[in-house]
């Protein structure tokens, strides 16, 4: 069982910065690929972002590439999303995610956060 809980989003001017924070319950943290996804009003959740259990691998939607990174830090039970260049199109509530393996899909996390906001205003 791992119980997930995001911090740090809030209202940003477009090309603003913010960093996500995902605090993670669990002895077993390190053997989760982590995810993190969002879901603008009226879509579908989509994927950000996703990061094996060990952090040697990573992936960046295209939207995002260059521009988003997540890292994770094992010892602390955490990932991050650091998002630079923020755009307006990036407003959404972002949820973390774990899975027990380095999937892609929403469907194939097991575990997922509360959300937290990300608004950028234009």
């Known amino acids: 069982q791992v119980q997930l809980v995001e911090s740090g989003g809030g209202l940003v001017q477009a090309g603003g910065s913010l960093r996500l924070s995902c605090a993670a319950s669990?002895?077993?943290?390190?053997?989760?690929?982590m995810g993190w996804f969002r879901q603008a009003p009226g879509k579908e959740r989509e994927i950000v972002a996703v990061?094996?259990?060990?952090?040697?691998?990573?992936y960046h939607a295209g939207s995002v590439k260059g521009r988003f990174t997540i890292s994770r830090d094992n010892a602390k039970n955490a990932v991050y999303l650091q998002m630079y260049n923020l755009k307006p199109e990036d407003t959404a509530v972002y949820f973390c995610?774990?899975?027990?393996?380095?999937?892609?899909?929403?469907?194939?996390?097991?575990?997922w956060g509360q959300g937290t906001q990300v608004t950028v205003s234009s």
């Open positions: 995610a774990a899975s027990g393996g380095y999937y892609f899909s929403a469907y194939q996390y097991d575990y």
């Open positions: 669990g002895r077993t943290f390190s053997s989760y690929a």
């Open positions: 990061i094996s259990g060990s952090g040697s691998r990573s």
